[in-house]
């Protein structure tokens, strides 16, 4: 069984007309995009960090991560994990004086942690064996091509080869 890769996120699209945002996750040292779809909240959570937004009271996430470090749990990683029935799964890795807890979450949530603490994403093998995965290198504008031709997609079409 093949370690999970390493990713990191390469773009983060709004689709409005869906009221939802695509990450693509970017597999490094490799060739692989992976497309998913997440909602509108945690899209926006994600791109706010991302973009280094300073706001006045604390998220959902920036709450969430304020607790874990105040209890003394450490986020080592996050793993996109599985696709079962055009759903992703993911989990987050917590260290506590060297105990490792691992927590069932879905790959939005654990995005936005990640973006916070700094930690790495991986991507568990079976997920690139099972989902529709876009080739690398690709042009800046192919990546245009790509946002624009996405806004148009809703996530069966996406999925719909995968069955």
Known sequence: ???????????????????????????????????????????????????????????????????LGDVGLKVEKIIISDLKDDTYFAAIHIVKDGQKIEVDSRPSDAMAIAVRTN????????????CPVIKKPITEEEVEEFKKNIQGLKPEDFFKDTK
């Open 119 to 130: 930690s790495p994403i991986y991507i568990d093998d079976k997920v690139f064996q099972k």
């Open 1 to 67: 069984m093949e370690q999970p890769k390493e990713a990191k996120i390469f773009s983060l699209i709004l689709i409005p007309m869906l009221g939802q945002y695509v990450v693509t996750l970017e597999e490094l040292g490799g060739v692989r995009l992976v497309p998913i779809w997440i909602g509108v909240n945690e899209g926006n959570a994600i791109m706010l960090k991302l973009q280094n937004e300073k706001l006045p009271r604390p998220m959902t996430h920036d709450l969430l991560v304020n607790i």
